[in-house]
């Protein structure tokens, strides 16, 4: 094998160019790689396709397509909603299996059992905001500036009522949030339709036959009480220390 020393013809540098056929190349070999891409590139762009519209299959929409390969058959959205599509269908093949259900069923558990606290969190914030427009931080506010109780009756959350916890009250038709409200409460203004008029008139008909206690009554009830307790006190035997 013969080594010679040429000049690359495009950058001008000297390199060794060994050759068995005595032929001393024109390039480097940086050079030729180049030339060769750029070679490439023109072929390309003088043998290219041009561009031609291409449709979405389900909803239409115009794509751009540059013509290499195949052209596209959904545009991103209509292409999101057929992924989730399959994958729902694919779901469903896999939950046909009783292994399979059964094995999601614990595994669920599982998660919920570890982040018990934290899916509650999302599970509020999720149905205060959807139901109400307001966040779990607006209800913490409000429950604070009416000091933890109802806003009618000024009592605290019965035990054992929907975690112990106060209720959103709202109006149905404006869907303006009004109060925080204990379940009986709510219950209360629910029954009556949330008409002023049938609260006032059930206010007036209990006044009606609300029992009146005199003073003097109050009085003789509470005399024979304090003798029985002063009674009690004197059959009581003395305690020596």
Not at 19 to 46: F, L, M
Not at 120 to 148: C, F, P, V, W
Request: net charge positive; hydrophobic share 30%; with cysteine.
């Amino acid at each position: 094998m013969i080594v010679r020393k040429a000049v690359c013809g495009a950058c001008h540098q000297s390199f060794t160019a060994p050759n068995s056929r005595g032929k001393i190349p024109v390039r480097c070999s940086p050079c030729t790689v180049e030339y060769g891409r750029a070679k490439g590139r023109e072929w390309s762009a003088a043998h290219r396709r041009p561009k031609r519209p291409a449709a979405c299959i389900d909803c239409g929409t115009e794509l751009p397509y540059e013509g290499r390969g195949r052209p596209p058959l959904r545009c991103i959205p209509c292409l999101a909603e057929w992924a989730n599509v399959d994958a729902r269908k694919r779901y469903h093949a896999r939950m046909e299996n009783p292994d399979n259900r059964q094995r999601q069923r614990a595994n669920g558990k599982i998660r919920y059992r570890q982040n018990a606290e934290k899916l509650r969190e999302i599970k509020l914030n999720s149905h205060y905001k959807y139901k109400y427009g307001i966040t779990r931080a607006d209800r913490d506010r409000m429950l604070a500036e009416q000091n933890g109780l109802c806003r009618i009756c000024g009592k605290p959350p019965r035990p054992g009522h929907r975690g112990d916890r106060l209720q959103v009250d709202h109006c149905h038709t404006t869907k303006q949030v009004r109060g925080l409200l204990c379940g009986h409460c709510n219950t209360m203004i629910g029954l009556a339709g949330e008409d002023p008029k049938v609260l006032l008139a059930a206010v007036e008909y209990l006044a009606q036959y609300q029992p009146v206690v005199s003073v003097a009554a109050s009085e003789a009830t509470s005399e024979p009480e304090e003798q029985k307790e002063n009674e009690l006190c004197l059959s009581s035997p003395a305690r020596t220390g």
